[in-house]
T-cell receptor, first 114, second 111 residues
Framework: AQSVTQPDIHITVSEGASLELRCNYSYGATPYLFWYVQSPGQGLQLLLKYFSGDTLVQGIKGFEAEFKRSQSSFNLRKPSVHWSDAAEYFCAVGARNRDDKIIFGKGTRLHILP | NAGVTQTPKFQVLKTGQSMTLQCAQDMNHEYMSWYRQDPGMGLRLIHYSVGAGITDQGEVPNGYNVSRSTTEDFPLRLLSAAPSQTSVYFC??????????FGQGTRLTVV
């Protein structure tokens, strides 16, 4: 069974600074990998996904993530954050088998300082 | 295109009552799932389905039942509500490798 760890519960960065949110996964093969964002009181929006091929994945809102097989990681990055990026971010891992089960991490809440 | 539709959006139940959360998708996705979201716990998978007539348990299945008679619908039943089931429930549909498409959620309070 797959699992996901997001080591940081809260992250605070200044507006305009760069951002990296960490995600480590456990799975017996190469999984599907996803990052979602949830603004307060809202649903979940898919930021980006890794399916296969290029390990650097571009997403919406200027986000990118890099799949590193050797480190079992899929960290999310943004070169310059905006106040509107304040939200909770979830990493998720999907199984590459019949059931396509998707398991989520516990999330990282991003705070932006003006 | 409605995507994933959940009803109701809010619900208050008394301990011991039963109810069904409705979920429908119009994207012809073969996979559907139910998650619950609690503070500090992320989203935990309750039950999922790989197609009509096929369901399986997720991480936290106790106290919940599901069925999938059609591709479009995947209701979640609370058999006898308990305060520990107070949560926000999300239904999702997906296709292989595509990631989950979520409904807007149901906020359930059990008193």
């Amino acid at each position: 069974a797959q699992s996901v760890t997001q080591p940081d519960i809260h992250i605070t960065v200044s507006e305009g600074a760069s951002l990296e949110l960490r995600c480590n996964y456990s799975y017996g093969a190469t999984p599907y990998l996803f990052w979602y964002v949830q603004s307060p009181g809202q649903g979940l929006q898919l930021l980006l996904k890794y399916f296969s091929g290029d390990t650097l994945v571009q997403g919406i809102k200027g986000f990118e993530a890099e799949f590193k097989r050797s480190q079992s990681s899929f960290n999310l990055r943004k070169p310059s954050v905006h106040w509107s990026d304040a939200a909770e971010y979830f990493c998720a891992v999907g199984a590459r088998n019949r059931d396509d089960k998707i398991i989520f991490g516990k999330g990282t809440r991003l705070h932006i300082l003006p | 295109n409605a995507g994933v539709t959940q009803t109701p959006k809010f619900q208050v139940l008394k301990t011991g009552q039963s109810m069904t959360l409705q979920c429908a998708q119009d994207m012809n996705h073969e996979y559907m799932s139910w998650y619950r979201q609690d503070p500090g716990m992320g989203l935990r998978l309750i039950h999922y389905s790989v197609g009509a007539g096929i369901t399986d348990q997720g991480e936290v299945p106790n106290g919940y039942n599901v069925s999938r008679s059609t591709t479009e619908d995947f209701p979640l039943r609370l058999l006898s509500a308990a305060p520990s089931q107070t949560s926000v429930y999300f239904c999702a549909s997906s296709y292989r490798g595509g990631g989950a498409f979520f409904g807007q959620g149901t906020r359930l309070t059990v008193v």
